[in-house]
């Protein structure tokens, strides 16, 4: 049995080239059968892969056996001549600090601790213990938490320079090799307990469903999680090059085009939603399916919607395109100004306006171009604002004098909601003259009778 334990982990290995001839391996182990067994497995490989061995040992000040453990540990390194390397935490504080539970921050203190000797000593991987049990309750506990392919598909045998040797070997197997060995390990009584939900998983419902369903229920669970996560690598995969494709990302903004958005499936497009969050907040946890839901019912109507989702993101689906803010870079609107009806330069915003009142000329091509327009300066009693649009504003649309809100306009014209309220408005009250870089009003054109003609350019400061 021992034989074949050993060719089945170093096969594993191999398969998912988890370890290197060469390397220089971290291992995280705490005295239990798991951690034991893998300090057992890569002492035996050593010798055949040339691996150099570094033993981490975590006392979190939680139990009274946690000083035998420690003591333990250290000779077993002793026995094997490994290098041994002890933190001690009071991981009871150190949770209070960082407002986490204290498996979260027991979790974080081994990470943290096997990161410093991985750097000591310019280590290649940090080893941990993990086997496929634990992939089975991972599988189970995200499930019934809510999950999606990458959370079923549980844990991998490598992520980063993180590996898990004896990940296809099941827990009773570990025990037996230890027993043929004669290698005794620690027992830490709070597995045994119900306090903590993975433990009810471990204690009370696998044994159940390998009982009284499937004596191999583990060992399908394990085959299953491999296909999911191969599927999740192809899918992250095409989901990449979608990505690429169709958004563009600055800053805190990420913007698809909303067209090829919504030519992918209907998975590709809430595998893209979620990668462009990732791209705003990597490794964030508080994202739901029913966010994503909320942003891909916004994304297939027409119009301008916005939705909010954790983290300050604010997400708009506009008439070509669906952006992804993130709280921090809130844009003000300029403060509106007073155009004189004179020769004259202003500044709104970043725009810069340059304001021109001539005599009318028959014969003088009066310019109308996209940023440059003309008026019967005649025609504009009272102050003439250049400001954001505002309740009430309404603009002449024909030659009879029907009119239309500047609401309504936009909308018609397809200006995304996000960018309204940054369009320059050129207004006498709530008639406008002028959408800037659109249309202007029937009421305020030159005609026959105009005697003095007002011509107002607007551009971007930086290209002035």
Request: glycine share 12%.
């Given at each position: 049995m021992e034989n074949q334990f050993l060719k089945r982990i170093e096969n594993f290995i191999s398969?998912?080239?988890?370890?290197?001839?060469?390397?220089?391996?971290?291992?995280?182990?705490?005295?239990g059968a798991d951690s034991v067994a893998l300090l057992e497995v890569l002492n035996e490989l050593k010798a055949k892969l040339d691996l150099r061995l570094f033993v981490v040992h975590i006392n979190h000040g939680l139990r009274e056996e946690a000083l035998a453990e420690e003591k333990y540990v250290e000779s077993l390194c002793k026995e094997r001549d490994i290098p041994f390397y002890l933190f001690k935490e009071d991981v009871k504080e150190l949770s209070k600090k960082m407002m986490i539970g204290i498996e979260e921050a027991g979790r974080f203190l081994r990470y943290e601790s096997f990161e410093k000797v991985l750097k000591e000593v310019n280590a290649d991987k940090i080893a941990v213990a993990h086997?496929?049990?634990?992939?089975?309750?991972?599988?189970?506990?995200?499930?019934?938490?809510?999950?999606?392919?990458k959370g079923l598909a549980s844990i991998s045998p490598k992520r980063g320079n993180i590996i898990r040797p004896l990940l296809c070997v099941q827990r009773n197997e570990i025990e037996e090799f230890l027993k043929e060995r004669k290698v005794s390990f620690c027992i830490d009584k709070s597995n045994l307990s119900n306090e903590y939900s993975r433990n009810r998983i471990r204690n009370n419902i696998l044994p159940v469903v390998s009982d009284e369903i499937c004596k191999e229920a583990v060992s399908h669970m394990n085959e299953t999680a491999a296909q999911l996560r191969e599927l999740n690598e192809f899918t992250s995969i095409y989901v990449e090059e979608a990505f690429k494709k169709i958004a563009s990302a600055e800053g805190k903004m990420v913007s698809f085009n909303k067209e090829l958005f919504l030519k992918e499936s209907v998975y590709i497009r809430k595998m893209l939603i979620k990668r462009a969050i990732d791209e705003l907040v990597p490794h964030n946890k508080d994202i739901t399916h029913l966010n994503i839901e909320a942003v891909m019912n916004i994304s297939s109507k027409s119009g301008s919607k916005k939705v909010n989702l954790p983290y300050e993101i604010e997400v708009t689906a506009s008439y070509n395109d669906i952006y992804f803010k993130r709280g921090g870079e809130t844009k003000e609107k300029p403060k509106e100004i007073e155009v004189s009806l004179s020769d004259g330069t202003y500044r709104y915003g970043e725009y810069k306006v340059d304001v021109r009142v001539l005599k009318k000329d028959l014969n003088y091509a009066y310019s109308q171009k996209t940023y440059t327009k003309c008026f019967d300066c005649d025609k504009i009693q009272g102050s003439l604002m250049?400001?954001?649009?505002s309740t009430g504003d309404e603009i002449v649309v024909t030659q009879t004098g029907s009119k239309k809100r500047i609401k309504d306009y936009m909308i018609d014209e397809k200006i995304p909601v996000d960018k309204r309220d940054f369009i320059p408005i050129l207004a006498v009250g709530n008639a406008v003259l002028w959408v800037v870089g659109f249309r202007i009003s029937e009421a305020f054109k030159i005609s026959r009778d105009t005697k003095r003609v007002i011509e107002i350019s607007v551009s971007k400061e930086e290209e002035c």
């Open positions: 398969d998912y080239s988890l370890i290197t001839a060469g390397d220089k391996i971290v291992l995280g182990v705490s005295g086997n496929s049990n634990d992939l089975s309750e991972t599988m189970l506990f995200n499930l019934f938490r809510g999950t999606g392919v250049m400001r954001a649009r």
